[in-house]
């Protein structure tokens, strides 16, 4: 995994948390935008995309289609925390001006949990 990956997670994640690519997204697979949706906090907008897609292929709510999405976020968490630990003082802040700390709390006021139970997504 490529460090600038790790830029683009958090900056699609940080910067909207989903909603814009979800409004894009229930629109672009013709979806109701009213129905309940699944957590998708800790999704890429890859994987919000996925989701609609499979949604509307199905024709399935969001959330049952959710269960058939694993996010990079638990596949690969690991490797994207050590990343982060790496960025660390060395790199850029995707979300605010200035040089990305592990130690910081993300735009929402929140730190990010990642739940790696299967099922849960």
Do not use: F
């Not at 940080?14 to 957590?39: C, E, F, N, V, W």
């Not at 890859?46 to 024709?59: F, H, N, Q, T, V």
Request: charged share 25%; with cysteine.
């Amino acid at each position: 995994m490529r460090a600038g990956l790790l830029i683009r997670v958090i900056r699609v994640t940080a910067a909207s948390r989903g909603m814009l690519a979800r409004g894009i997204y229930t629109r672009h697979y013709g979806l109701d935008a009213k129905q309940a949706r699944p957590d998708d906090s800790n999704w890429t907008g890859a994987e919000i995309k996925s989701c609609c897609r499979l949604a509307s292929l199905l024709d399935v709510p969001l959330v049952q289609a959710a269960q058939n999405v694993v996010p990079v976020a638990v596949t690969a968490g690991d490797k994207i925390e050590s990343l982060r630990q790496w960025a660390s003082g060395r790199c850029l802040s995707a979300d605010r001006a200035g040089v990305y700390s592990r130690t910081e709390v993300g735009s929402g006021g929140r730190v990010r949990k990642v739940v790696r139970e299967p099922g849960v997504n």
